[in-house]
Each structure stands twice: as structure tokens, then as C-alpha cells.
């Protein structure tokens, strides 16, 4: 069974355009993670949230986490060729230090 | 040399072949996991341990098995290879309150 949910799978888009990428589930997590991954390497740790309705930005990045805890968003504003990869969220159940991992956003932005 | 280091990066095996994916870590985490991802799976959890003395397992141990030498190795074994479990394995390590540290990953294929 798949916790967490990620859309859309794919996304395909122009240099400039701006995008969201959402993690749904219909468990409640402590905290949430968002990480990219490129071809070849492991995920690399962008932002975690924690408090419902919290939001993080990241130079051009900004994280929402949903006010009951069980949702999040992800919105990249002018996205760059450099902002290609695979995003994954990442959900913690109930203070256990294990996370969830969503199926993945796989973006690419042509330039 | 790199934060959590993965050996080998590449192994090709025959089924009913017994082979050990090794981690180890220079971060100074107790937490340390194993994940495998699967296209459209997202990464699922293996086994994780917490301390030297601490083995936990994760959603899909079936066939896996795990050794906890010390604080900074944790290694992966697979003790009758199948072809379902060709993927792409990550060893991870975690201070709660930053998040995963991945290695670089071992892909797998077993013929």
C-alpha cells in the first residue's frame, strides 16, 4: 500500500515556466521531506517541514505543509534547466525517525 | 571521500548467488538504513537499526538480511539472489533532525 502520493509522475516544461508538484496521503506525519535526486546519485535533502500550514521557501523553491499534516506542495517559480530531476516527499509516521517515501515527480525543464 | 560510501556501485549476479552490498559512514549517525527503488515505487525501506545493537525490519525484508558491524558500517545481504530484487539499493544514515544522508546507490541486477 502506497502512502503517499505523488502528482503529476511526469512534467515536462519550458525554461521560465513555474510548476507544483503535490504529496498526498491519508496518514498524518509528524514531519515531511522533500529531496531530489539526479541520474546516478542518491536523494539530496531540500527543506523539512513540520508544522501544519508551514511554509519554506528556498531561493526560488517554496514548500507548503498542509494544515492537517497530510498533504504538501512543492511550487518552483522560473524553473531552470538546473532544476531537472526526480522530487520525492517523504513522510514520517508518528515520531518513529523512519520516513515514507512518495512514488516520485519526475521533472525535466528544456531550455 | 563521500559523506555515506556504497560498494559496489555496479554488480551483476546469477539467481541463487549470495552477495553483500556494504555502507559506511563518516557523518557520526547511530541511524542507519537500507532502501530499494524501483521505477514507479519510489524507495521502500528494508531494514534500518538505530545502534550498533539495534536491527529493525522494514516493509519488505523477505529474502534480505542485515549487519550492523559497527556505528559507521551497516551492510545489505541477499542470501539466494532473485530476479525481482534487481533494483537500486541506498544506504542511508539520519540525525532526526536534518534528515537522510543517501549514499550514491548500488544497482543491482540479478540474471
Known amino acids: 500500500t502506497q502512502l503517499l502520493e505523488q502528482s503529476p509522475q511526469f512534467l515536462s516544461i519550458q525554461e521560465g515556466e513555474n510548476l507544483t508538484v503535490y504529496c498526498n496521503s491519508s496518514?498524518?506525519?509528524?514531519?515531511l521531506q522533500w529531496y531530489r535526486q539526479e541520474p546516478g546519485e542518491g536523494p539530496v535533502l531540500l527543506v523539512t517541514?513540520?508544522?501544519?500550514?508551514e511554509v519554506k521557501k528556498l531561493k526560488r523553491l517554496t514548500f507548503q505543509f498542509g494544515d492537517a499534516r497530510k498533504d504538501s506542495s512543492l511550487h518552483i517559480t522560473a524553473a531552470q534547466p538546473g532544476d531537472t530531476g526526480l522530487y520525492l516527499c517523504?513522510?514520517?509516521?508518528?515520531?518513529?525517525?523512519?520516513?515514507?517515501f512518495g512514488t516520485g515527480t519526475r521533472l525535466k525543464v528544456l531550455a | 571521500d563521500a559523506d555515506v560510501t556504497q560498494t559496489p556501485r555496479n554488480r551483476i549476479t546469477k539467481t541463487g548467488k549470495r552477495i553483500m552490498l556494504e555502507c559506511s559512514q563518516t557523518k557520526g549517525h547511530d541511524r542507519m538504513y537500507w532502501y530499494r527503488q524501483d521505477p514507479g515505487l519510489g524507495l521502500r525501506l528494508i531494514y534500518y537499526?538505530?545502534?550498533?545493537?539495534?536491527?529493525n525490519k522494514g516493509e519488505i525484508s523477505d529474502g534480505y538480511s542485515v549487519s550492523r558491524q559497527a556505528q559507521a558500517k551497516f551492510s545489505l545481504s541477499l542470501e539466494s539472489a532473485i530476479p525481482n530484487q534487481t533494483a537500486l539499493y541506498f544506504c542511508?544514515?539520519?540525525?532526526?533532525?536534518?534528515?537522510?544522508?543517501f549514499g550514491s546507490g548500488t544497482r543491482l541486477t540479478v540474471v
Open positions: 537499526s538505530f545502534d550498533v545493537k539495534d536491527i
Open positions: 517541514v513540520v508544522t501544519g500550514g
Open positions: 517523504a513522510g514520517e509516521l508518528g515520531g518513529t525517525y523512519k520516513y515514507i
Open positions: 542511508a544514515t539520519s540525525d532526526w533532525t536534518k534528515g537522510y544522508t
Open positions: 496518514s498524518v506525519f509528524s514531519s
